[in-house]
C-alpha cells in the first residue's frame, strides 16, 4: 500500500518526508490558502522538488480547460512521472481524465462520495480514484463500505486503477485501510506520527534500554560528578550547610591523610538531634561515631550496584577507589 503525506505545510513536509520512505505527496488548493500561500504555482514548483510524487489540482469548467491547466502547470518544469493531476469528479471531469491519460499523464479522480462516481472515473482510466472517508462518516454514511467496493471494482473488472483512502482523521482509518485493502492512503503529519505509537512498545522499549545499561556501564560512568566531602576536623554545622549547598542527603567524611572515615546522612542528623539535642551543632562532624558505609566500587558495573541498592534499600551509596571516596551514586542515576 503506498503512503502519501497530505499537506501544505512546508515544515511539516520536510519532516515527513526526512522518513525516507513515503511515496508522495497530496495537497489541496484550501491546504495552501489556509498556510497562507500566495505564490502557487512557485509553491508547486518547489514541492515537486521535495517528494518523489506530486499530486495537485487540474482545475478548470471544461476537459479542455482542465487539460490545458494540467499543461501549464507541467510547463513550469515538473515531471510529467513524477506529476499526478487531481481533477474532482464530475462528466467534464472524467472526460478530461480520459484526455490527460490519452497522453501519458497520471490522474486522481479526487471527492468521489458513491460508486457510480468511481465506476465512471475507473473507466476513463483514472490512475487513483479517491474517496473521502472522513467527509463521508460525518455526513452518517458507510464510507468504508464504499471503499471497499471500489476496491472489489478494480479487482472484479481488472481495472488500472489504485484507490486512495483519503480524508483520514485518526490511527483507526489507517488500521481500516489496510484492512479493506486499498492500494495508496494518504495521511495528515499528525496522525502518521502517531502510527508507531504504543504503550506497552514505549515501556517495552524503556526496559531495554535500562537493562542494557546495568550491564554495559561502570559505576565510575554513571556518578554525576557531584562529591560533597569534608574532613573530620570540620564543625557540624559547616558539613551540613555544605550537605545542603549539594543537594545530597548525606556528605562523605575523611580522615586528614584523605581516607574514608564515614557517611554522614540526614538521618544520622536527625537521630542526633533527637537524643542530643542542639548541642550536637557544636560539635566536630568527626566526633560522632559512623557505621561501616554501603560503599560500592567504581570499576564494577551498575548491576552489581542495582543488587546492592535492592538489598540495603538505601537511596544512595558511596563510591571508592582503592578505599578512597570518589563520588557518590544516587539511586536515580542508574537511569540514566
Given at each position: ?39 502557487i504555482d512557485g ?215 584523605g581516607s574514608l ?76
Open positions: 500500500m503506498e503512503l502519501y503525506l497530505d499537506s501544505a505545510n512546508l515544515k511539516e513536509i520536510e519532516e515527513g518526508f526526512k522518513l525516507g520512505f513515503l511515496n508522495g505527496l497530496t495537497t489541496t488548493p484550501t491546504f495552501m490558502q489556509r498556510e497562507g500561500i500566495t505564490d509553491t508547486i514548483v518547489k514541492l515537486s522538488k521535495m517528494v518523489p510524487v506530486l499530486q495537485i489540482e487540474a482545475l478548470g469548467n471544461s476537459a479542455e480547460e482542465v487539460l490545458a491547466e494540467a499543461e501549464r502547470q507541467l510547463a513550469l518544469g515538473l515531471d510529467p512521472k513524477k506529476t499526478v493531476f487531481k481533477i474532482p469528479v464530475s462528466l467534464e471531469g472524467v472526460r478530461a481524465c480520459k484526455m490527460l491519460r490519452d497522453k501519458g499523464y497520471l490522474v486522481n479522480v479526487h471527492l468521489v462520495y458513491t460508486l457510480q462516481q468511481a465506476y465512471m472515473a475507473m473507466h476513463a482510466g483514472a490512475t487513483y480514484v479517491c474517496p473521502l472517508v472522513g467527509r463521508l462518516q460525518d455526513q452518517g454514511h458507510d464510507a468504508l463500505a464504499l471503499v471497499e467496493q471500489c476496491v472489489d471494482a478494480v479487482d472484479l473488472y481488472d481495472y488500472d486503477t489504485k484507490i486512495m483512502f483519503s480524508s483520514v482523521r485518526h490511527a483507526e482509518h489507517v488500521r481500516n485501510a489496510i484492512n479493506v485493502g486499498v492500494h495508496t492512503i494518504t495521511v495528515p503529519l499528525k496522525v502518521l506520527k502517531g502510527l508507531t505509537e504504543n504503550n506497552f512498545t514505549t515501556l517495552g522499549t524503556e526496559q531495554f534500554i535500562a537493562d542494557t545499561r546495568l550491564m554495559t556501564v561502570k559505576v565510575k560512568e554513571a556518578i554525576n560528578g557531584v562529591n560533597p566531602i569534608v574532613k573530620a576536623d570540620t564543625g557540624m554545622t559547616d558539613a551540613i550547610i555544605k550537605m545542603t549547598e549539594f543537594g545530597f542527603g548525606c556528605i562523605t567524611v575523611v580522615n586528614a591523610d572515615k564515614g557517611v554522614f546522612t540526614d538521618g544520622d542528623l536527625r537521630r542526633l538531634i533527637s537524643t542530643g539535642g542542639r548541642d550536637v551543632l557544636s560539635k566536630k562532624i568527626g566526633d560522632i561515631e559512623f557505621k561501616a558505609p554501603i560503599a560500592i566500587e567504581s570499576g564494577v558495573l551498575l548491576n552489581e550496584a542495582a543488587g546492592l541498592f535492592k538489598k540495603t534499600n538505601v537511596d544512595t551509596i558511596l563510591v571508592t577507589e582503592g578505599g578512597k571516596p570518589v563520588g557518590m551514586l544516587d539511586i536515580q542515576d542508574m537511569k540514566g
